[in-house]
């Protein structure tokens, strides 16, 4: 048995190693040129003042709410104590000098309407998620936008202060629009 063994691997070591490949050339001998692509990130466009004045502004903003995270919910709350959705947007722009009003469906009505792939960071997104889905009851500050995803930060009723995807189903669902306020 261990012979029979022995001559199978012998003769398919010889057969694949000793067996020279037949080779084909083409009448034309044209050389053939290979590109390579660069591993390197594009170099993003210039900024003009404005914009990077409303990208730190941006940033801040972001920084600020995030300080929030892991806040609980409590209905009306703008403190550590206790946050809603409405409260930690109006409180994360004011600690940044911008007024803005308190109740998330007179927030929707402040800014520029903008496309959900038009979306950076800091821009605004609203939900409709009462029972009735009468009017924009829900509030969500854009924190990261990465190719297809865009992350929020919000407070919910059951979780408090998290970031949220709006891939969820959920969220996907309650989205009414994305609004510009910087």
């Given at each position: ?64 709410a ?18 809603d ?9 004011k ?8 109740v ?13 792939g038009?979306?950076q960071k ?11 889905g ?16 865009i ?32």
């Amino acid at each position: 048995m261990f012979r029979n063994v022995l001559c199978i691997l012998t003769l398919l070591f010889l057969l694949g190693c000793g067996a020279k490949k037949k080779r084909t050339y083409s009448k034309s001998r044209t050389p053939t040129i290979t590109v390579e692509g660069s591993i390197e990130e594009p170099t993003p466009p210039k900024l003009s003042r404005k914009e990077e004045r409303a990208n730190d502004q941006a940033k801040n903003i972001i920084a600020t709410a995030m300080t929030f995270s892991g806040t609980r919910y409590k209905y009306g709350g703008t403190t550590e104590k206790g946050m809603d959705c409405s409260g930690l947007v109006f409180v994360s722009l004011k600690e940044n000098d911008i007024e803005f009003p308190r109740v998330s469906h007179q927030m929707a009505e402040h800014g520029k309407r903008i496309k959900v792939g038009q979306v950076q960071k800091g821009d605004l997104l609203y939900f409709k998620t009462g029972k009735s889905g009468k009017r924009i009851n829900h509030v969500g500050l854009v924190v990261d936008v990465n190719r297809n995803e865009i992350k929020f930060i919000h407070a919910t009723t059951s979780r408090g202060v998290i970031v949220s995807s709006l891939r969820e189903g959920y969220w996907n669902h309650a989205f009414v629009k994305a609004m510009r306020i910087l």
